[in-house]
């Protein structure tokens, strides 16, 4: 055989299906965001206290610089801890 030599198979992951819902975090009005709102800035930071993105959080631009403010105010005030 001419070409390149074979190499050995890869194994494909399983693809996931249309029907399985994606894991996302509910919509949130960017009107509801407040740095005394700890339960939901707790929802939007992970276990080592850092933000998720907007991808995970499901937020357009304007409500994730709303949220990163509302944490650094939060923060600032002893309410959120800085890491953990």
Request: proline letters at 7%; a positive charge.
């Amino acid at each position: 055989m001419r070409g390149r030599p074979q190499s050995p198979q890869k194994k494909k992951r399983p693809r996931r299906s249309s029907s399985e819902p994606r894991v996302r975090a509910p919509r949130l009005k960017t009107e509801d965001i407040d740095y005394k709102d700890v339960a939901t800035l707790q929802r939007l930071v992970s276990a080592q206290g850092k933000m998720f993105s907007r991808k995970r959080t499901g937020l357009d631009a304007a409500g994730q610089r709303r949220v990163a403010l509302a944490l650094k105010r939060a923060r600032f005030m002893a309410l959120m801890p800085f890491v953990t």
